[in-house]
């Protein structure tokens, strides 16, 4: 990437840019801003080193709910499929049926219930991340909804499984790309 920048700066320098002794200058401060905005801090930590209890929730929910799909007879395609920064927690596959699965894991229901918990922003992220899914992975048949899996944590080791087959349909544009 550092090449394609220092051969963007020596066309605009060579272009018919009225000021073409300040192209370079603007040009600097705003790699200098992308570098700092891109910072080498992030990198890749592995899960038995993670600290947010959240986070170590989650994942113990997202396998749980592995589990529990495929003692349903499901074959899992993709775990945490990412789009970039959006992902879908599951995607599972009985026959020619294909699920977006959220996997929403509960401690109590105080912040509501895992249904209510999936709003129409996230319906629509996942409805763009599972559209790039079926475009990489779909096949001619395949027919496509969205579930829910809902891991209420009643204690240490004690928790319920909450299956909600077909939680949302798809309304608008990205209705097309399924089937």
Not at 136 to 162: K, L, M, T
Request: hydrophobic share 35%; glycine share 8%.
């Amino acid at each position: 990437m550092i090449v394609f920048v220092v051969q963007c700066a020596a066309v605009l320098s060579k272009s018919r840019f009225p000021a073409p002794s300040r192209a370079g200058s603007i040009f600097s401060r705003r790699l200098q801003y992308l570098f700092w905005t891109m910072s080498g801090t992030r990198s890749f930590i592995p899960t038995a080193e993670w600290e947010d209890l959240r986070q170590i929730r989650g994942l113990w929910g997202e396998r749980t709910a592995i589990s529990y799909l495929v003692s349903c007879g499901w074959d899992i395609e993709a775990h945490r499929f990412k789009l970039g920064r959006h992902d879908i927690d599951l995607v599972a596959r009985r026959g020619s049926t294909v699920a977006f699965v959220e996997v929403k894991t509960r401690r109590s229901v105080a912040q509501g219930s895992p249904v209510e918990s999936v709003g129409r922003r996230k319906q629509s992220t996942i409805a763009k991340v599972a559209s790039v899914w079926c475009l990489r992975y779909g096949r001619q048949n395949d027919e496509y909804r969205f579930d829910v899996v809902a891991v209420h944590e009643h204690g240490p080791g004690q928790y319920s499984i909450e299956h909600i087959e077909d939680a949302w349909r798809l309304q608008g544009s990205y209705r097309r790309t399924y089937g």
